[in-house]
């Protein structure tokens, strides 16, 4: 087993301590107890305590604790003074974006803070006071004694506050302007990147620096690479946070999908011992082959002592036997049949093949992602003759741009005009809408019937996909699931009502195999949101003991932003170069999504490059490590619940 929270540095290649917990409410918890602990031990010395706050999608979790400790704890923030890292300039006060504003929304409108304890850049500064701002704000700093504890994010080039790659270790609170990575990775609070401000006030690397105390938090995938580089690399002002190895109370606070590229658990045989499951060595042998630029069959018993695999050749013997097992492994977890091969005796298929034919329901969080993501699986499972059915989560209304809504309304008025059908109602509603769209201010909620307007035009691309597909019309499900109806990015938490109208359509379909998005790392955190949905639904049938449960397999895929590690992969479906196409075309059916979507993210390709490139990737390494090369190939990982 890999080892987690190792209790110190002598053993470890980390230069911080970090410490793993499965998943970032877990970890939010914890760190939410260190804060309330310092809080109220100054409480009962009648002393206050200085806070240095961060902004972002990493604290909002610890955020919420800290609120529900308040209310249900008597955690009382009378004695806190709080100091926040950024903002962003210019930015109003009050603007959705301002992270003024997110204190508020988040924290401070909750608790018993005296609002003159409070301290946040102030982004309506004029330009020539900025200076002085900045100065009175380490002022100020100083003056409340210090922070006894800063709490930091990360952004995913090492930024801490907004010390963007270069930031020297001298750095005070000041302007700076913001990398380009940056406003792309944070365009999705924005309409779009170019209303992304080019500036802001950020503390600087000196100031974080002289916090008594440091708890640094990361969530998710997308910020494993840079806890390795900050936690186990050199320090240097290209990464920011490894500037934080200077510091002697600092701590990394992460969950396991950040902790992935640790050396701990990246390579644990290097670490110390670890125990060679068959997970483990498959893991071992295919991250050095791929380093090593081998196919898996031509490494030698040189190229794993090299690597630092002795002890698996110890154990195991010799690397040609591993080698044959490791290939078998990935030979086998190759398949064109995804739903099983029928009247077939295949023990080490992926799939059972009976019952044959499967019913199948493909959960799609967002109108495309079936397409997108398992595309070339979709078509499959459908021409080898299983019930496949789609069951659309949410809307997807937030990312038709109001241009485009407008667009159809025209159309739905001449239609009207032409079919000689009283146009009138529609002609009334489309003035409405430009009327609205015009005088909209910037991500300003639409009213509920764009929303609905939006969310049809969605609902047309999704069908239009479906029966391109080859499906008919009573297997395509939206399910509308109200958490994701908010009109905003940020989306309600998981609800009864949710899990009952996923409880209610796997009943009513009582599938053998069940798909769903296992992308953890959305950047608008819908597809968490759906996986636990799915994951509670299929949870509380199996409690109640509905007897087709049992025979009902969860298989994952990756939604538009990350693939499954080569290694995870338990099913690969290859395509052809004629597969990629049909899937690519099935892709542009979602014209609302072509070009530019609002909330595009931190990845300007559209959605099929991404799809084809991560789709070609993984058929390259698949030939990299000796097996077949295929055109593309989609991935899946089996989910036991
Ligand atoms: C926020 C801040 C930034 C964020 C970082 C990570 O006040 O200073 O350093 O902590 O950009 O952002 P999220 O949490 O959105 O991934």
Redesign the pocket.
Known sequence: MPKKNAPDLIDSFEKIPVKIYPDLKEGSRFVAQQVAALIRARQAKKEKCVLGL?????PKTLYAELVRMHHEEKLSFKNVITFN??EYYPIDNDALQS?NRFMRTHLFDHVDINPANIHIPNGEISKENIKAHCLQYEKMIEEAGGIDLQI????NNG????NEPGSGIYSRTRLITLDNS?RLANAYEFHNISQVPRLAITMGISTILRSKKIILMAWGPAKAAVIKKAAEDDVTERVPASLLQNHDDVTFVVDEAAAAELTRNKSPWLTGDCEWTPRMIKKAVVNMALRKKKPVLSLTNADYNEYGLSDLLVEKGDAYEINLQVYYMLRDSITGWPGGKPNAVIPAHPERSSPYPKRVIIFSPHPDDDIISMGGTFQRLHDQGHDVHVGYQTSGNIAVTDEFATRFLDFAVGFEEIAGIDAGKSKKILEETRKFVAAKKSNQVDTPKLRAIKGLIRRGEAKATCRYVGLPDGNIHFMNLPFYETGTIEKKPMSEKDISITIGLLRQLKPQQVYCAGDFADPHGTHIVCFNVVLEALKRIKAEGDNWISECWLWLYKGAWQEWKIEEIEMAIPMSPDQVMKKRFGIFIHQSQKDMVPFQGSDSREFWQRAEERNAATANLYADLGLTHYAAMEAFVRWHY
């Open positions: 961060a902004t972002g999608s990493t890292l950024d992270y930091l994010g990360i952004g930024h801490i506050g907004f940056t």
